[in-house]
C-alpha cells in the first residue's frame, strides 16, 4: 500500500508539465516560496526581536539603530535568496538566455541590498560621531549632521549605481569624466552659493558663535537668530533683522559679545578746578572704596586714577567689571555705582564739573594792578629760587 503510493507520487512528480518542467519543479517551487514567506515573516522577525530585546539592555543605542537598520533589506534578502535557490534547482540550463540574465539580475539584486543597507546604516555612523564628539565639546553640530547624513547617503547611492553599470558591461569612466566636467561648471556659476555653503560649515564647525548670541559684526550689531546654509539672520537693537552672508562672516573677525566672562564698566567722573589737591585726594579714595565695596562689581582690582586735566574739569577715570554677562543687569550694576558716586561726593562738599567758559578780556587785565603787581611778586620768588639753588663756587 505504502509502496504504490509512493509510486503514484512518484510518477505523478516526474510526469511532464512541459518540457522540460515537470509537476516536481511546480510543487517544490510552491514549498520554497512558501517557507520563504514563513521564513521571513516568522524566523526573521522572532530573529530581529530577540536581538532587539537584547540590544534594548545595552548603554548604546548603536545596536538598535543597526538592528532597524538591517530588518527590511534582510527581509527582501530571504527573498532573493529564495528566488536564486529555486532557479537553482530547475532545469534552466535548457534556457541559457534566462540564466545569464537571472545572474546578472542576481548580483545586481545583491549590490543593491548591500547599498540599500549601508544607506540605512547611516544612522548608526551619524549616532557613533555624535558620541564621539560630544566627548570633545561636540565639533560637530547638531544641525551639521543632517546634511552630513544626506552626504554620506549620496555617495553610498552612487558607488551602487556605478558598479551596478559595470554588471550591466557599461563603462562608468565617461560618465564620471562628464560629470566632473559638469560639477566643475556648476562650481563656476554658483562661486557665491558654494562660498557661502563652505562658510557655513565652518561656522558649524568652528563655532565662533551660536544661535542667540550677541554678535558684532563691521557695526552690525544684535543677536543671532537663524544660522542658514547661505546666510546668518541677526536682529538688531531696533528689532530688524539683517541677512549676512556666512561667507563674509567666515573669512572676517566677529566679536561675540555673550562669550565674555564679564562686562566692562568705564566712565570718567568730572569735578571743578575749584578743588584743592586734598579734594581731589579724597575724591579718589571714595571711587576706589565704592568700587570695592560693590556686590556687583567683580573682585578684580578696579583702575580708578586721576586721568586728565579737561578744559573745564579735573577728570578721574573709573575703570572695573561688573559680574554679569546680561545687558540689562550690566546696567543696574553700572547705575548703582553712580548713584553711590553722586551720595558720596554730595556728603564730601566735592562739586561736580559742568562744560563751562570764562572770558578775561585783555585790557581788564592790564589795567588791574593788583594781578600786575601779583605777577611781579611771583616772578622774583623764582628768581630768588633760582639764585639759591646755584653752587657756591660759580
Not at 539584486?109 to 551619524?126: D, G, P, Q
Not at 563652505?198 to 552690525?220: C, H, N, R, V, W
Not at 578775561?360 to 639759591?388: I, Q, T, W, Y
Amino acid at each position: 500500500m505504502t509502496d504504490s503510493l509512493y509510486s503514484a507520487v512518484s510518477g505523478f512528480l516526474h510526469t511532464s508539465m512541459f518540457e522540460p518542467f515537470t509537476w516536481g519543479h511546480l510543487v517544490f517551487t510552491v514549498l520554497v516560496l512558501s517557507a520563504t514567506y514563513l521564513l521571513r515573516r516568522v524566523v526573521v522577525n522572532q530573529l530581529l526581536r530577540i536581538l532587539s530585546h537584547l540590544a534594548s539592555k545595552t548603554q548604546t543605542q548603536a545596536d538598535d539603530l543597526l538592528l532597524e537598520a538591517i530588518r527590511i533589506p534582510a527581509q527582501v534578502g530571504v527573498v532573493v535568496l529564495a528566488a536564486w535557490w529555486v532557479v537553482l534547482v530547475l532545469p534552466t540550463s535548457e534556457f541559457p538566455t534566462f540564466e545569464r540574465v537571472f545572474g546578472e539580475f542576481l548580483r545586481v539584486a545583491v549590490i543593491v541590498l548591500v547599498t540599500w543597507t549601508a544607506v540605512r546604516s547611516v544612522k548608526v555612523l551619524s549616532y557613533l560621531i555624535r558620541g564621539a564628539m560630544s566627548l570633545k565639546e561636540r565639533i560637530i553640530d547638531d544641525r551639521l549632521m543632517p546634511f552630513v547624513e544626506q552626504i554620506l547617503r549620496i555617495i553610498l547611492i552612487l558607488m551602487g549605481f556605478v558598479m551596478v553599470l559595470q554588471e550591466f558591461g557599461y563603462d562608468p569612466s565617461g560618465l564620471i569624466a562628464g560629470l566632473g566636467l559638469g560639477g566643475l561648471a556648476f562650481a563656476l556659476a554658483a562661486k557665491d552659493t558654494l562660498a557661502n555653503f563652505f562658510g557655513s560649515m565652518m561656522i558649524l564647525t568652528d563655532k565662533p558663535f551660536q544661535a542667540g548670541d550677541y554678535i558684532e559684526f563691521k557695526g552690525i550689531e544684535g543677536t543671532v537668530e537663524m544660522i542658514g546654509f547661505r546666510s546668518t539672520l541677526v536682529r538688531q537693537m531696533d528689532r530688524t533683522v539683517v541677512q549676512i552672508p556666512n561667507s563674509l562672516l567666515a573669512s572676517d573677525p566677529v566679536r561675540n559679545f555673550t562669550r565674555r566672562e564679564s562686562r566692562r564698566i568705564l566712565f570718567t567722573v568730572a569735578i571743578t578746578y575749584e578743588c584743592t589737591p586734598a579734594m581731589l585726594r579724597a575724591a579718589l579714595e571714595a571711587l576706589r572704596e565704592i568700587v570695592k565695596n560693590d556686590p556687583g562689581v567683580t573682585p578684580e582690582e578696579p583702575v580708578v586714577r586721576f586721568s586728565k586735566f579737561g578744559e573745564s574739569s579735573l577728570d578721574i577715570m573709573v575703570h572695573c567689571y561688573a559680574a554679569t554677562k546680561v545687558w540689562a543687569e550690566w546696567l543696574a550694576v553700572q547705575e548703582h555705582l553712580m548713584l553711590a558716586v553722586y551720595e558720596r561726593f554730595r556728603e564730601l562738599g566735592i562739586p561736580f564739573a559742568y562744560p563751562a567758559m570764562v572770558v578775561h578780556m585783555a585790557d581788564d587785565k592790564l589795567k588791574d594792578p593788583a594781578r600786575e603787581k601779583e605777577s611781579m611778586a611771583f616772578l622774583e620768588r623764582l628768581r630768588a629760587r633760582a639764585v639759591s639753588v646755584e653752587p657756591a663756587g660759580e
